[in-house]
């Protein structure tokens, strides 16, 4: 069975601090990688993706995230941290079949 | 396009009754699922649908029915309500497997 293991469960920063969230993934086949955000109140939405080719993805609002297939991994990056940034974040794995697998989750709290 | 939408946004059951949530997607996308969100645990499967008139368990099936009768609808029936249904469900779907999934605005249920 696939499964998400994501390090970090709350992480505190002061606004440009840089940003790296862990995210491995257990899975033997071919997987895509997401990285979801939940703003306070709000539902999930997509932040980036990654399905093949350059195993360096980028996505909305200066967010970034590496695939290192060897480690498993797809840890999310950020260089400078803005206090919108301020939400949850989730990394998700889908494998064949349309059975999706979500991290815990990391809480992000950002000073101003 | 409305997106994903669920009815109710929130909902108050005692224990024992029985309630539908609603979801509905004007996309066309043949891939629908089911969530709960608790707090420290991310989201996890309860149901899912890869087409009209097809659905699997996920995770945590346990005390939820399912059915897809069409593209559009996918609503999520708590049979007899526990305490520990008291979540926040959300509906998602999507192209297929290997792309992101869009999701509602969420169910927020409190089990009494």
């Known amino acids: 069975a696939q499964s998400v293991s994501q390090h970090n469960h709350h992480v505190i920063l002061s606004e440009a601090a840089s940003l790296e969230l862990g995210c491995n993934y257990s899975y033997g086949g071919t997987v895509n990688l997401f990285w979801y955000v939940q703003y306070p109140g709000q539902h999930l939405q997509l932040l980036l993706k990654y399905f093949s080719g350059d195993p360096l993805v980028k996505g909305i609002k200066g967010f970034e995230a590496e695939f290192i297939k060897s480690k498993f991994s797809f840890n999310l990056r950020k260089p400078s941290v803005q206090w919108s940034d301020t939400a949850e974040y989730f990394c998700a794995v889908n494998a064949p079949a349309g059975k999706s697998t979500f991290g815990d989750g990391t809480t992000l709290t950002v000073k101003p | 396009n409305a997106g994903v939408t669920q009815t109710p946004k929130f909902q108050v059951l005692k224990t024992g009754q029985s309630m539908t949530l609603q979801c509905a997607q004007d996309?066309?996308?043949?891939?629908m699922s089911w969530y709960r969100q608790d707090p420290g645990m991310g989201l996890r499967l309860i149901h899912y649908s890869v087409g009209a008139g097809i659905t699997d368990q996920g995770e945590v099936p346990n005390g939820y029915n399912v059915s897809r009768s069409t593209t559009e609808d996918f609503p999520l029936r708590l049979l007899s309500a526990a305490p520990s249904q008291t979540s926040v469900y959300f509906c998602a779907s999507s192209y297929s497997d290997h792309y992101e999934q869009y999701f509602g605005p969420g169910t927020r249920l409190t089990v009494t």
């Open positions: 996309m066309n996308h043949e891939y």
